[in-house]
């Protein structure tokens, strides 16, 4: 139980001249303060998931992936006030193993900042019987939010990662010792 929470962080769009790159490279060097995770990246622009749902190599290598990981974050851009499809198949890819799970999200897009996404991703992991983390991390106009480096200029929305970081740290510790002493009813 002292071990590291595994976090996964799902990389949404699968856009060849996307701009997530540079949304998740910062998040991932953000995560570096955060010993208590032990993070690995699904880039579903690298993940080949069926929107057939069909069970493949792959499939089964990410469903084992999740099955492993304690808690997720999702950095996700906005199409037409809503999340990529890409992402809508990553989560129907797989069930028990999102079960009574921590999830937060990075957000960004237009005026928006993604936020509509979010929202409505709020109502498919309620029904995957996952946990929303409250904070979230969002960038509107992103594509001017970032700097050469690639850090943002918004320092808001450094100390909303590091909030929600921790809340989802604690979601992440109490639901796994949870899981462990009484195994989820669902
Ligand atoms: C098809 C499409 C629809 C979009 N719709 C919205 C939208 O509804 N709201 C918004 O804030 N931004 C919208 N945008 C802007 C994107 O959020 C922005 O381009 C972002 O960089 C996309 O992420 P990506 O480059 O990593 O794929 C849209 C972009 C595309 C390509």
Redesign the pocket.
């Given at each position: 139980m002292d071990t590291p929470l595994r976090l996964e962080v799902i990389i949404?769009?699968?856009?060849p001249?996307?701009?997530?790159?540079?949304?998740g490279g910062w998040f991932l060097r953000t995560l570096r303060a955060h010993p208590e995770f032990d993070t690995g990246v699904v880039d579903l622009a690298h993940t080949s998931l069926p929107v057939e749902l069909t069970e493949t190599e792959q499939v089964v290598s990410y469903r084992t992936r999740l099955r492993a990981a304690d808690a997720f974050v999702v950095v996700t851009?906005?199409?037409?006030?809503?999340y990529?499809a890409s992402l809508k198949t990553a989560f129907d890819t797989a069930k028990y193993e999102w079960r009574a799970k921590p999830i937060a999200f990075v957000s960004?897009?237009?005026?928006?900042?993604?936020l509509?996404?979010v929202e409505q991703l709020r109502q498919i992991v309620a029904e995957i019987h996952m946990v929303s983390v409250r904070e979230t991390v969002s960038f509107?106009q992103?594509?001017k939010g970032f700097d050469e480096a690639g850090d943002p200029h918004d320092r808001a929305a450094v100390d909303a990662a590091d909030r929600m970081l921790r809340q989802l740290a604690w979601w992440a510790r109490t639901l796994r010792v949870a899981r462990a002493v009484d195994p989820y009813p669902g």
């Open positions: 949404a769009s699968v856009r001249e996307r701009f997530a790159p540079v949304v851009s906005e199409y037409n006030h809503g990529p960004y897009g237009g005026l928006s900042g993604g509509r996404a509107h992103a594509k």
